[in-house]
């Protein structure tokens, strides 16, 4: 069983945003950027299952631009076999990746796609759906955990307030939440041999996908600052302003 797993390298999640001063998006000028970290968990997900025997090819996929290639081999050295890089300098909207997604798809016939659920930059969560729709594949979003028997998957999704258990069948898409393991570091010889392991460079122009954005960004603004706290003196002070000021008991 082939397993394929689409990484987004974003904004690193340690580093704080800055917005751009003409209020057109975040400025990523010598900022540290990584691995989407739900992608992370993905690529976890599908080393254990090439580790178990339950997947023979696990590959790595990035749509972004030439740097995009050091996020496929951090995939490569967590343990995935090989990679494709398809080189973009736009940063292009869900739909546009689920179309060169499902082109890749259909020339590499995984039967498992694993993506994030969202990525963190532009938090659309929106690819693994779309993807799913595209291919006319069930989905199992927000993994909390998942198993597999034979051509059958057993996912359990995290819900609002509790969790949801689904069976699907494969090919299938599973899209990962925070809980579902911890992932590796890799470990220098394995970052080493990933330096071997081949990446395929391919274009959106190769899979015929149209790229264009259909949403143009407005304006981008910093969340608004929070106003200082105040001490109390003693809990009735805190009833008082409880119910007088904030008006909430
Ligand atoms: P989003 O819908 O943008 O929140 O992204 C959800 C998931 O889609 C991510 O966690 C990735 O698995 C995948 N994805 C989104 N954009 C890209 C990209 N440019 N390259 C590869 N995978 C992507």
């Not at 546009?96 to 694993?114: S, T, W």
């Not at 929106?126 to 069930?138: F, R, V």
């Not at 995290?158 to 990962?176: F, N, R, S, Y």
């Amino acid at each position: 069983m082939k397993v394929l797993v689409p990484v987004k390298r974003v904004l690193d999640y340690n580093v704080k945003a800055r917005v751009k001063s003409d209020q057109s998006g975040i400025d990523l000028a010598n900022v540290k950027m990584s691995m989407n970290p739900f992608d992370e968990i993905s690529v976890e997900q599908a080393v254990k299952m090439k580790e178990s025997g339950a997947a023979s090819e696990a590959i790595v996929v990035s749509i972004g631009p030439a740097k995009a290639q050091e996020t496929i081999r951090t995939g490569l050295a967590m343990g995935m076999d090989r990679g494709i890089h398809v080189t973009t300098d736009e940063d292009l909207e869900p739909l546009a990746v689920a179309k060169i997604l499902k082109a890749i798809c259909d020339e590499e016939g995984p039967e498992l796609v694993i993506l994030g659920k969202q990525a963190i930059d532009n938090d659309y969560g929106s690819t693994g759906g779309m993807l799913a729709a595209l291919m006319d594949w069930p989905i199992g979003s927000a993994a909390n955990s998942m198993e597999q028997a034979g051509s059958e998957l057993t996912v359990v999704k995290e819900v609002d307030g509790g969790l949801q258990t689904v069976k699907l069948q494969m090919p299938a898409i599973v899209t990962t939440d925070l809980r579902l393991n911890e992932p590796r570091y890799a470990s220098l010889p394995n970052i080493m041999k990933a330096k071997k392991k081949p990446i395929d460079a391919k274009t959106p122009a190769d899979y015929g996908v149209d790229t264009a954005p259909r949403l143009k960004t407005l304006k981008v603004t910093e969340p608004e600052a929070r106003k200082a706290g105040i001490k109390v003196e003693d809990a009735a002070q805190l009833v008082d302003k409880l119910k007088n000021e904030a008006g909430v008991i």
